[in-house]
């Protein structure tokens, strides 16, 4: 059993973070309760806020007392995240990132990732814009969580699974 007594807060960033679409959902659910019962909420899942048209999320457990006042930073910030538990064994804390509101800054972003790594998303259709604007919207999250909440001694660790949580 691996053991994460070197990390304070560890972020697992994926699509199928409470979206059953394949197997790596399995593989995470799978460690998160490991993982969990080490770091109980210094383990935090990120994935997509999918269910604009209603808030019926399976797998999710909405807790609106979860950082309060961190996601009314969000908020203000124009990001908006649901935070609750993942419905699976150990109930690890989860946020739900809606990414949405990138759509309309997407070019700009997509400039920032040319100019900055020379990621060519030029070509890039609907199934790589989608993802793109998550995995950068979840890094957004964490780096405003660590600016909020954490101080600069903590070790801070943050996995992405696949190609679709990479910018």
Same mark, same amino acid.
């Given at each position: 059993?691996?053991?994460?007594?070197?990390?304070?807060?560890?972020?697992?960033?994926?699509?199928?973070?409470?979206?059953?679409?394949g #197997?790596?959902?399995?593989?995470?659910?799978?460690?998160?309760?490991?993982?969990?019962?080490?770091? !109980?909420? @210094?383990?935090?899942?990120?994935?997509?806020?999918?269910?604009?048209?209603?808030?019926?999320?399976?797998?999710?457990?909405?807790?609106?007392?979860?950082?309060?006042?961190?996601?009314? @930073?969000?908020?203000?910030?124009?990001?908006n995240?649901?935070?609750g538990?993942?419905?699976?064994?150990?109930k690890p804390?989860?946020?739900?990132?809606? =990414? /949405?509101?990138? =759509?309309? !800054?997407?070019?700009?972003i =997509?400039?920032?990732?040319?100019?900055?790594?020379?990621?060519?998303?030029?070509?890039?259709?609907?199934?790589?814009?989608?993802?793109?604007? $998550? #995995?950068?919207?979840?890094?957004?999250?964490?780096?405003?969580?660590?600016? =909020?909440?954490?101080?600069?001694?903590? !070790?801070?660790?943050?996995? $992405?699974?696949?190609?679709?949580? #990479? /910018?």
């Amino acid at each position: 059993m691996t053991e994460y007594k070197n990390i304070d807060v560890l972020f697992e960033v994926s699509w199928e973070v409470c979206n059953k679409v394949g #197997g790596i959902h399995t593989v995470v659910a799978t460690k998160a309760y490991t993982i969990e019962k080490q770091l !109980k909420d @210094n383990y935090i899942l990120i994935g997509p806020y999918l269910h604009r048209d209603d808030d019926n999320i399976p797998e999710f457990i909405e807790d609106k007392n979860i950082f309060k006042s961190w996601r009314r @930073n969000l908020r203000e910030q124009g990001l908006n995240v649901k935070i609750g538990r993942w419905d699976i064994l150990g109930k690890p804390l989860v946020f739900l990132v809606d =990414f /949405s509101p990138l =759509f309309q !800054k997407r070019n700009e972003i =997509f400039t920032e990732l040319w100019n900055e790594y020379q990621l060519d998303s030029i070509t890039g259709q609907w199934d790589y814009v989608e993802p793109a604007m $998550f #995995g950068y919207a979840a890094g957004m999250v964490i780096k405003e969580f660590y600016d =909020f909440q954490l101080s600069t001694s903590q !070790k801070v660790v943050a996995h $992405f699974h696949e190609w679709m949580t #990479g /910018s």
